[in-house]
């Protein structure tokens, strides 16, 4: 089979074939266009907006503002994908963490325990890894960006998807003219807003049944520079809700160029504010001074955004009896998680590299797209799970209710929690699972419940108490921070 500007395909296998497009320059897409550029003569990205040569913000990311986290496991498959990026970050301004020593982490059922985890992780902004992924994915000779244009629908032939129809967004005659741009293969990772349910339509492809959770939860943030001369046992703060009966949190992390990314959130409608007082009053109300205390004093250099659009939104494209070849569903485009629970970049590389053992093997065209959307489908569980059953303890969460199950590993997980206040074992497995090291059922392993059975006679402080031994003290100045590690547990 020739397609029509004589482009030739194999007709029943993929591998080491001509062309692959790549629909969306997220993160999901850049990683995605790396694997195929093993597998592929060229790899075409289409991306709706134009790009800068530079860091900063594009229209498409409009969360970008926001802290974003690359977890450690994520990190571990970027850096395969592009050796020596980890350093190339460092030397931007990204900052190194150990997750278990320099994050102080308030959890819902007290301090984290704090020890050396040896568990990385990177602090930097979302343009930042934006990019450098972009750099160097243009360094990948057989990869071409193609900014500026915007994918319309699919190109469908028989049995197959065969491309898609592109056309330009500058200038007002080429805004409505089409063009096709035909691929062996087309990978859709255009992100949490899409039309693939239209586009599929469009060529005779079943809609796929959709799923959303939503806890009603918005951010406001900020980026500062510290306070003057202030000291910190820390280097950045998470600091969680304990719904239902509170439901805002709040998070400080380390960014490039010696700043702060501040962000706090609300939960049940009770959106940060965006003035200046109200933002500094949300913070001052959460559990814990030490965020309130530790910003009250910082410099302010952006303005306070806010985003909203933090649903949990899942395409369920493995039930598609009669999927087509050709084409597959990636990121955030087929299962977008609360942000809040900064799953989804690391998830969207897991699906990236089990997309580059798929390519390795012997496989069909269709096979492989049946596979792939299956395999995603398995990936994207545990995460799913995690981020809808944190968001069923919220009391204005719609789409879902917590079942009996559900409220049982509510109860136990808080136990796990609890004990991660004092047992470094206990911490370091919830870590693990946290940064997506090990399945999130390591948590239920025998070792685990044992812990957790005997630790429930242990005696433990009220939040109230924990959260003033957590509080620092101020120099007579009101500018110097000091805070003695041993009050954070």
Same mark, same amino acid.
């Given at each position: 089979?020739?397609?029509?500007?004589?482009?030739?395909?194999?007709?029943?296998?993929?591998?080491?074939?001509?062309?692959?497009?790549?629909v969306?320059s997220?993160?999901a897409?850049?990683?995605?266009?790396r694997?195929?550029? &093993?597998?592929?003569?060229? =790899?075409?990205?289409? *991306?709706?907006?134009?790009l #800068?040569? $530079?860091?900063?913000?594009?229209? @498409? !990311?409009?969360?970008?503002?926001?802290i974003?986290?690359?977890?450690?496991?994520?990190?571990?498959?970027?850096?395969?994908?592009f050796?020596?990026?980890?350093?190339?970050?460092?030397?931007?301004?990204?900052?190194?963490?150990?997750?278990?020593?320099?994050?102080?982490?308030?959890?819902?059922?007290?301090?984290?325990r704090?020890?050396q985890?040896?568990?990385?992780a990177?602090?930097?902004?979302?343009?930042?890894?934006?990019?450098?992924?972009?750099?160097?994915?243009?360094?990948? &000779?057989?990869?071409?960006? =193609?900014?500026g244009? *915007?994918?319309?629908?699919? #190109?469908? $032939?028989?049995?197959?998807?065969? @491309? !898609?129809?592109?056309?330009?967004?500058?200038?007002?005659?080429s805004?409505?003219?089409?063009?096709?741009?035909?691929?062996d293969?087309?990978?859709?990772?255009?992100?949490?807003?899409?039309t693939?349910?239209?586009w599929?339509?469009?060529?005779?492809?079943e809609?796929?049944k959709?799923?959303?959770?939503?806890?009603?939860?918005?951010?406001?943030?900020?980026?500062?520079?510290?306070?003057?001369?202030?000291?910190?046992?820390?280097?950045?703060?998470?600091?969680?809700?304990?719904?239902p009966?509170?439901?805002?949190?709040g998070?400080?992390?380390?960014i490039?160029?010696?700043?702060?990314?501040?962000?706090?959130i @609300?939960?049940?409608?009770?959106?940060?504010?965006?003035?200046?007082?109200?933002?500094?009053?949300?913070?001052?109300?959460?559990?814990?001074?030490l965020?309130?205390?530790?910003?009250?004093?910082?410099?302010?250099?952006?303005?306070?955004?806010?985003?909203?659009?933090?649903?949990?939104?899942?395409?369920?494209f493995e039930?598609i009896?009669?999927?087509?070849a050709?084409?597959?569903?990636?990121?955030?485009?087929?299962?977008a998680?609360n942000?809040?629970?900064?799953?989804g970049?690391?998830?969207?590389?897991?699906?990236?590299?089990?997309?580059?053992?798929?390519?390795c093997?012997?496989?069909?065209?269709?096979?492989?797209?049946?596979?792939?959307?299956?395999?995603?489908?398995?990936?994207?569980?545990g995460?799913?799970?995690?981020?809808?059953?944190?968001?069923?303890?919220?009391?204005?969460?719609?789409?879902?209710?917590?079942?009996?199950?559900?409220?049982?590993?509510?109860?136990?997980?808080?136990?796990?929690?609890?004990?991660?206040?004092?047992?470094?074992?206990?911490?370091?497995?919830?870590?693990?699972?946290?940064?997506?090291?090990?399945?999130?059922s390591?948590?239920?392993?025998?070792?685990?419940?044992?812990?957790?059975l005997?630790?429930?006679?242990?005696?433990r402080?009220?939040?109230?108490?924990?959260?003033?031994?957590?509080?620092?003290?101020?120099?007579?100045h009101?500018?110097?921070?000091?805070?003695?590690?041993?009050?954070?547990?």
């Amino acid at each position: 089979m020739k397609f029509r500007d004589g482009i030739q395909a194999s007709k029943f296998k993929l591998y080491n074939s001509d062309h692959a497009i790549v629909v969306g320059s997220s993160v999901a897409g850049l990683l995605t266009a790396r694997v195929l550029a &093993e597998h592929f003569t060229h =790899v075409t990205v289409i *991306e709706r907006d134009s790009l #800068l040569n $530079e860091v900063g913000p594009r229209a @498409g !990311v409009p969360q970008s503002h926001h802290i974003h986290a690359l977890l450690p496991r994520g990190l571990q498959i970027v850096e395969k994908f592009f050796p020596g990026i980890r350093a190339e970050l460092q030397s931007a301004g990204a900052v190194p963490l150990d997750i278990g020593n320099d994050v102080a982490w308030l959890t819902p059922q007290g301090w984290g325990r704090k020890f050396q985890s040896g568990i990385e992780a990177l602090s930097f902004t979302r343009e930042l890894l934006d990019y450098t992924v972009r750099q160097r994915i243009r360094r990948v &000779e057989n990869v071409k960006i =193609v900014d500026g244009s *915007e994918v319309g629908g699919l #190109l469908r $032939e028989s049995s197959r998807i065969v @491309g !898609v129809r592109v056309r330009q967004r500058q200038g007002i005659l080429s805004a409505k003219r089409e063009e096709a741009r035909y691929a062996d293969l087309t990978v859709i990772a255009a992100g949490r807003r899409n039309t693939i349910a239209n586009w599929f339509a469009e060529v005779g492809v079943e809609r796929p049944k959709f799923t959303t959770i939503n806890a009603h939860i918005g951010y406001a943030s900020r980026i500062v520079r510290p306070p003057k001369g202030a000291a910190f046992p820390w280097k950045a703060i998470i600091h969680q809700a304990a719904p239902p009966e509170s439901h805002s949190s709040g998070l400080v992390f380390p960014i490039e160029g010696d700043r702060w990314l501040i962000t706090l959130i @609300g939960a049940d409608r009770d959106y940060p504010p965006t003035d200046e007082a109200g933002f500094l009053e949300f913070a001052r109300n959460l559990r814990s001074p030490l965020l309130y205390e530790a910003i009250r004093d910082a410099e302010p250099l952006t303005p306070i955004r806010s985003y909203r659009a933090t649903e949990n939104r899942r395409h369920h494209f493995e039930e598609i009896a009669d999927w087509p070849a050709g084409v597959l569903v990636t990121g955030d485009a087929a299962c977008a998680f609360n942000p809040v629970y900064a799953q989804g970049m690391t998830t969207a590389a897991l699906e990236a590299e089990m997309l580059g053992k798929l390519l390795c093997e012997d496989r069909s065209a269709h096979n492989l797209a049946v596979t792939f959307q299956h395999k995603l489908a398995r990936i994207t569980r545990g995460s799913w799970t995690l981020a809808t059953s944190a968001d069923l303890r919220f009391r204005s969460v719609e789409g879902a209710t917590a079942d009996w199950k559900t409220r049982v590993m509510h109860w136990y997980v808080d136990r796990v929690l609890r004990l991660g206040t004092a047992n470094v074992w206990a911490r370091r497995r919830f870590l693990e699972v946290q940064g997506m090291l090990k399945q999130a059922s390591a948590i239920l392993r025998p070792g685990m419940v044992a812990r957790v059975l005997l630790d429930l006679a242990r005696p433990r402080f009220p939040v109230k108490e924990e959260a003033r031994m957590a509080s620092h003290a101020r120099s007579s100045h009101g500018r110097q921070a000091s805070m003695s590690a041993a009050r954070i547990p």
